[in-house]
């Protein structure tokens, strides 16, 4: 009867019952379409941004070299004062050597500043670690100075006048006579990686930088993996449902979406203000970014732990177990895989901050890696801030190279994140 009554109201064959299913369909077809568009958008977004980077970046990854063979002179270098020889005197005559003839002053000047002012501090680095080289002849590869980098790269034209680029005529010849000699070449920058950061463009590295965010980030996950976990399990499992609980849970969900410069700013007022704990240290920044991950572990530990099936609580609990035996034995290890996931978010999120630190002074310009938690670093963010803030145009290609290894380390730490998630996840 009531089958006989719908089809008797409702004619779905009439025109209006087509029409109105072809423009349902049409809705449908549209909504995907405008999915499908939001996500080219962002994948085109995303292409822009890594395009750029690489376009502008990749150069750094290279740097032009000169082979020099050096006479480590004893009357320049003593044996008992290796650190303090004249090492510059030496790299200037070897690369004299290679092109012979009689220079005048303006010549000569223009000659040598072709040269990189960071290469006797790479000789002496040498020497210094193995004296005896002290009347030998060293074979070392030093590099170019910034501008003449660079030209060889292509980033400065060479058809454009002279006024208008860094590098002179004068210049030029001697480069061509050099390239045509096969005595410049562009090999792997290793430096980038193994050297702290320098006033020179071609000298400056990311070593200081990665050594300063590997502690930071060392400090950030022993303070904040288990006393996240702590707070999260006694929240879930043992506290009470009363208002303070509630208040405690709104006020954890609210620190997540504090501005990280807030957390910087406490950071500057109670660790360095009031306990006077060194600036620009390690320590400091990674119990700064502790408390900018503790909201998101306790955040995940928590929803980890709801999901584990209530059956497993309530069998462990029928076999006699305590309340104790039942979080640590059965409860915890089910939920550790999407802990896990959360705090290697959590500390990738870290990794990429720049605003806490610079408030607790880890851009100071630090031409060495740190030895110690305590020592003076900076850290990978910070480090772009600084080169970016460069007016040295080779500094330009280092940012977008170091913004590069940033976004390979974030990567990286999100693989693992879903790795782990996929190896380790249970489903019931």
């Known amino acids: 009867m009531a089958s006989r009554d719908i089809s008797e109201t409702h004619d779905w064959f009439s025109d209006s019952a087509r029409l109105h299913i072809k423009r349902r369909h049409a809705a449908d077809r549209r909504l995907r379409l405008y999915g499908i568009g939001a996500i080219g958008l962002a994948i085109g977004l995303l292409a822009v941004l890594l395009g750029s980077l690489i376009l502008s970046g990749h150069s750094a990854f290279v740097q032009t070299m000169v082979p020099l063979e050096i006479y480590v002179d004893p009357d320049a270098v003593e044996p008992d004062n290796v650190g303090g020889g004249n090492y510059r005197k030496l790299v200037r005559d070897a690369f004299q050597d290679l092109m012979p003839g009689e220079m005048s002053r303006t010549k000569q000047r223009a000659y040598l500043d072709m040269l990189s002012s960071g290469a006797p501090f790479m000789l002496r680095d040498r020497v210094v670690s193995n004296p005896s080289l002290i009347g030998q002849t060293v074979s070392i590869s030093v590099p170019f100075a910034d501008p003449i980098d660079q030209f060889h790269k292509g980033i400065t034209p060479r058809d454009v006048p002279e006024a208008q680029r860094r590098v002179s005529d004068l210049q030029i010849g001697y480069y061509d006579q050099l390239l045509e000699r096969g005595l410049i070449s562009a090999p792997f920058n290793w430096t980038l990686f193994t050297a702290a950061d320098s006033r020179f463009p071609e000298m400056a590295g990311l070593a200081g ?18 006393v996240g976990i702590a707070a999260a399990i006694y929240l879930e499992e043992f506290a009470r449902k009363n208002r303070w609980s509630d208040l405690i849970e709104v006020n954890i969900n609210n620190l997540a ?31 700064v970014l502790s408390l900018m991950t503790l909201p998101t572990i306790i955040i995940a530990t928590r929803a980890a732990l709801k999901a584990v099936p209530p059956s497993i609580r309530e069998a462990a609990f029928g076999i006699g177990a305590s309340r104790h035996q039942v979080v640590m034995h059965h409860v915890l290890p089910l939920a550790m895989p999407g802990i896990l996931t959360g705090t290697i978010i959590g500390l990738a999120q870290a990794l990429g901050e720049t605003a ?38 080779g500094f330009v290609a280092r940012t977008s190279a170091a913004i590069l290894v940033l976004i390979g380390f974030l990567i990286i730490m999100n693989a693992i994140a879903i790795f782990l998630r996929q190896k380790l996840e249970r489903k019931w």
């Open 257 to 287: 979406a504090v501005p990280s410069v807030v957390f910087g700013l406490l950071g500057l007022a109670v660790f360095i203000g009031f306990f006077g704990l060194p600036r620009s240290a390690p320590l400091v920044g990674g119990m």
């Open 356 to 393: 806490p630190l610079l408030l607790i002074g880890m851009n100071a310009f630090i031409t060495s890696a740190p030895g110690g938690l305590t020592d003076p670093a900076t850290a990978l963010p910070t480090q772009i801030f600084i080169w970016a803030d460069s007016p040295e145009r």
């Open 209 to 226: 930088a990665l050594v300063g965010s590997f502690y930071a980030l060392l400090v950030c996950f022993l303070i904040s993996f288990p």
